[in-house]
């Protein structure tokens, strides 16, 4: 499988920034998904990253509070806007596609104070 | 809404013992997988499964896909305190898209 590169692995922004995460995979991937996760909890879908076009958001995401970029086949970026404390979380990048199974990042812990 | 529901929430066992970890839903799923998760890390894939009715093996893991596609199953045979995690299922959404489930956190004392 694919192997990512997710930075950074923590922060700690003060509330009304902005973090962009970034994700790297080492070798070509077809699909790209960014997760939100609670420590010990579920998974919960944001966004699907497109090659060279506009993000697809789940319900209750939007591009103006989580923009994601995907310029190639192996990177992507997520930005959290205009934080608040109820945007502390784990974000979490994977990749999919043909030979190379469904890998995960090892995540982002970001607390907002 | 949560599309997927896992029991138990939280299990406890002694090493060497059995376990069965369920994964259910209303909706039909093309493929399902099951994942572990450590702390500090990502989910990592442990299978997934495609056919209605299909078992598959991994060592001590034995996976089943119910035969309408809208459950599975996780059993661990003999459990070790290296199978300590939280276990996730995920439902097939579309072309490698998944819903993933409450999960199961699992904790194997020695």
């Known amino acids: 499988s694919a192997v990512i590169s997710q930075k950074p692995s923590r922060d700690i922004c003060q509330r009304g920034t902005s973090l962009t995460i970034q994700c790297q995979v080492d070798?070509?991937?077809?699909?790209m998904f960014w997760y939100r996760q609670q420590p010990g909890q579920s998974l919960t879908l944001i966004a699907t990253a497109n090659q060279g076009s506009e993000a697809t958001y789940e319900s209750g995401f939007v591009i103006d509070k989580f923009p994601i970029s995907r310029p190639n086949l192996t990177f992507s970026t997520l930005t959290v806007s205009n934080m608040s404390p109820e945007d502390s979380s784990i974000y979490l990048c994977s990749a999919a596609g043909g030979d190379y199974g469904y890998t995960f990042g090892s995540g982002t812990r970001l607390t907002v104070v | 809404t949560q599309l997927l529901e896992q029991s138990p929430q939280f299990l406890s066992i002694q090493e060497g013992e059995n376990l069965t970890v369920y994964c259910n839903s209303s909706s039909v799923f093309s493929s399902l997988q099951w994942y572990r998760q450590e702390p500090g890390e990502g989910p990592v894939l442990l299978v997934t499964v495609v056919t209605g009715g299909e078992v598959k093996k991994l060592k001590r893991l034995t996976f089943q896909f119910g035969d309408a596609r809208k459950d599975s199953s996780l059993h661990i045979t003999a459990a070790q305190p290296g199978d300590t995690g939280l276990y996730l299922c995920?439902?097939?959404?579309?072309?490698?898209?998944?819903?993933f489930g409450t999960g199961t956190r699992l904790k194997v004392l020695a």
């Open positions: 995920a439902g097939a959404r579309g072309t490698y898209k998944y819903i």
């Open positions: 070798s070509q991937v077809t699909m």
